[in-house]
């Protein structure tokens, strides 16, 4: 199964400014690839699918990038709400696999 | 508006069984790919079942064998029969719908349910 491994595995960063998260898989899955948002106690949300499309009502703010083995999620101007975990996820091979997450923290 | 609601979940003994569901509104389970994945405690997620708007059902390999995915149309609801259950199958179980777009061979999970709890542990 192909492995999805995400970095850092913690990132802080202070309101306002950029974060970029990173994923990469363990062999290609060209671009299908997703991009989830996960809070305490919440369900995942997805926020980016085939590795840069933003899912309904999703900001602006958030963008993906890459193909093959290497992506990135940005957010491009920390909000408060934006504090929590970020999973990517891939669906090329099966079975679908996710990263471990990084969890984004307030500097 | 589409809502995903799981039930079932609770405390199990090792090598008890435990159907979980998951009532769909908004949208008709039977003409969409559904999914079980689920959330052990602090850890991530890991994909565990689908079944496809053909009936067909896929299982990942930690569950085949031992869990059944289903539906009931006439419900609109999903359900995960979950038999010889281990402590490694403590989690959160949540149902998805997965989408698929363009080329890919799998899919993407849009809509998620808030989660049910299985602990199995005696």
């Known amino acids: 199964e192909i492995v999805m491994t995400q970095s850092p595995a913690t990132l802080s960063v202070s309101p306002g400014e950029r974060a970029t998260l990173s994923c990469r898989a363990s062999?290609?899955?060209?671009?299908?690839l997703a991009w989830y948002q996960q809070k305490p106690g919440q369900a995942p949300r997805l926020l980016i699918y085939?590795?840069?499309t933003r899912a309904t009502g999703i900001p602006a703010r958030f963008s993906g990038s890459g193909s093959g083995t290497e992506f990135t999620l940005t957010i491009s101007s920390l909000q408060s709400e934006d504090f929590a975990v970020y999973y990517c996820?891939?669906?090329?091979?099966?079975?679908?696999?996710f990263g471990q997450g990084t969890k984004v923290e307030i500097k | 508006e589409v809502q995903l609601v799981e039930s079932g979940g609770g405390l199990i003994q090792p090598g008890g069984s435990l159907r979980l569901s998951c009532a769909a509104s908004?949208?008709?389970?039977?003409?969409?790919?559904m999914s079980w994945v689920r959330q052990a405690p602090g850890k991530g997620l890991e994909w565990v079942s689908v079944?496809?708007?053909?009936?067909?059902?896929y299982y990942a390999d930690s569950v085949k064998g031992r869990f059944t995915i289903s539906r009931d149309n006439s419900k609109n609801t999903l359900f995960l029969q979950m038999n010889s259950l281990r402590a490694e199958d403590t989690a959160v179980y949540y149902c998805?719908?997965?989408?698929?777009?363009?080329?890919?061979?799998?899919?993407?999970?849009?809509?998620w349910g808030q989660g049910t709890l299985l602990t199995v542990s005696s």
């Open positions: 062999q290609s899955v060209s671009s299908h």
């Open positions: 079944i496809y708007n053909s009936g067909t059902t």
């Open positions: 085939d590795a840069s």
């Open positions: 996820q891939q669906y090329n091979n099966w079975p679908e696999t």
């Open positions: 998805a719908r997965a989408r698929y777009s363009g080329n890919a061979p799998l899919g993407y999970f849009d809509y």
């Open positions: 908004g949208f008709t389970v039977s003409s969409n790919y």
